[in-house]
């Protein structure tokens, strides 16, 4: 019988040449694209330094994604085409569960805060059969969703999908957990964070 693994870390990415559309105020296409890809760089640096490959799973519909993926030797999920972070978060469930995962973490690629810190606790929190934990963004959306088992529930992200998560979980019997993580919950999504996180850096350049 084969080794039970603990938690995946799932995480979905876009195609460059459209992530960070709400960042097109700012940053032109080519701009916006680069950003994009640094932000999903950084992001496997760091899931690196906590996780080994076998425990992390890129969902994308971009062949340059997958050659990043690849050459990292990080698991890919190949969709033919687009169909959002639901489906996205679906099809990541489904590979988690039936390659011997318990749990799974979905973590957006634009985390800019995130540390290695940040997903060993996520590895060592106690998360039984029938829970999920979540952590709500800034703006209300979901910057860490785990769940045990991965596909113990539909996946509810958009607006507010926070809240929106907290009911399906209620619907499903599950027993919600809060993540409170000030640098999960923080992600580079719209002009003003951007601009806030320039502030932050700044500011911990000169400290």
């Not at 906590?50 to 969902?59: E, M, Q, R, T």
């Not at 999908?161 to 809060?178: D, K, P, Q, T, Y």
Request: charge should be negative.
């Amino acid at each position: 019988m084969s080794q039970v693994k603990p938690l995946l870390f799932a995480i979905p990415m876009k195609d460059p040449s459209i992530s960070k559309s709400r960042l097109s105020m700012v940053l032109d296409d080519r701009s916006r694209r680069e950003f994009a890809l640094a932000m999903f760089e950084r992001t496997l640096d760091v899931v690196a330094n906590a996780a080994d490959d076998s425990a992390v799973l890129v969902i994308t519909e971009s062949r340059q994604v997958e050659a990043i993926c690849k050459a990292r030797g990080i698991n890919t999920l190949v969709e033919d085409r687009a169909e959002g972070i639901n489906e996205a978060a679906r099809k990541a469930a489904s590979w988690a569960a039936a390659n011997g995962f318990e749990r799974m973490a979905i973590l957006p690629m634009d985390l800019p805060l995130l540390s290695s810190a940040d997903l060993v606790y996520l590895q060592n929190l106690v998360l039984p059969r029938g829970h999920v934990a979540l952590c709500e963004s800034v703006d209300g959306g979901t910057n860490c969703l785990m769940v045990s088992p991965p596909d113990a529930m539909k996946f509810q992200y958009g607006e507010e999908s926070f809240r929106a998560h907290r009911l399906e979980a209620m619907r499903n019997g599950l027993v919600c957990h809060i993540l409170r993580d000030s640098n999960i919950r923080f992600d580079l999504d719209s002009a003003e964070h951007l601009q806030e996180f320039s502030q932050i850096a700044s500011r911990d350049k000169h400290s």
